[in-house]
């Protein structure tokens, strides 16, 4: 029964595991404190009707598991800061409104399993250099509409990865890398 946004201050330092699991009626923009360092396990799990963009502050190195799973009615974009170094299990699982491009900054290292299904960002998809693990069933059932960029980094592409995305366009190139 919430209504508007979600703004969360500065002065919140943590947020435990489920804090605003299955908090619905958002329907305005949800503001992060930039004093997070985590966002922790199902933080955000099943917010849906948030609008505009998601920023994640400068301050998270870490987005856990089911973060932001189910949170669809984002209206804009997803922001990851150069700071973020592991996107957990199911991070972004059925987050449906994104209209951009997905970014994943160079400092990402591990993208969990399912951390990006079911989602509908446009464009190409570069998983950037920094990156050394995928989850199986990552990026399965995304609408990407461009090319797929796999960087030299990664040594093994899970099972499922990219199962089901039909969007894809232009030429792949299995790097020799990939064992």
């Known amino acids: ?6 703004i969360i201050p500065d002065s919140v330092i ?6 605003f699991y299955k908090c619905i009626g958002f329907n305005g923009t949800l503001r992060i404190s930039n004093s997070l360092v985590v966002i922790n396990d199902g933080t955000f799990e099943k917010c849906y009707g948030f609008k505009g963009s998601l920023k994640i502050p400068n301050s998270v190195k870490k987005i856990g598991a089911s ?8 209206t804009d974009e997803l922001i990851i800061p150069d700071s973020v170094n592991s996107i957990g299990f199911s991070a972004f699982y059925k987050c449906y409104g994104f209209s951009k491009q997905l970014k994943i900054p160079n400092s990402v ?9 079911y989602t509908n960002f446009s464009g190409s998809l570069k ?7 995928v989850g199986s069933s990552a990026f399965q059932y995304s609408n990407f509409t461009d090319s797929l960029l796999i960087p030299n980094s990664l040594k093994i ?6 199962y089901n995305c039909k969007k894809f366009s232009g030429q792949l190139i299995i790097p020799y890398s990939i064992i």
């Open 1 to 6: 029964g919430f209504k508007g946004s979600l």
């Open 14 to 19: 943590l947020i435990g595991n489920y804090a």
């Open 67 to 74: 973060a932001f799973s189910n949170c669809y009615g984002f």
């Open 109 to 117: 290292k591990t993208i969990g399993t399912y951390a990006f299904s």
């Open 127 to 133: 998983i950037p250099n920094s990156v050394t693990n």
């Open 157 to 162: 592409i899970q099972s499922w990865t990219f």
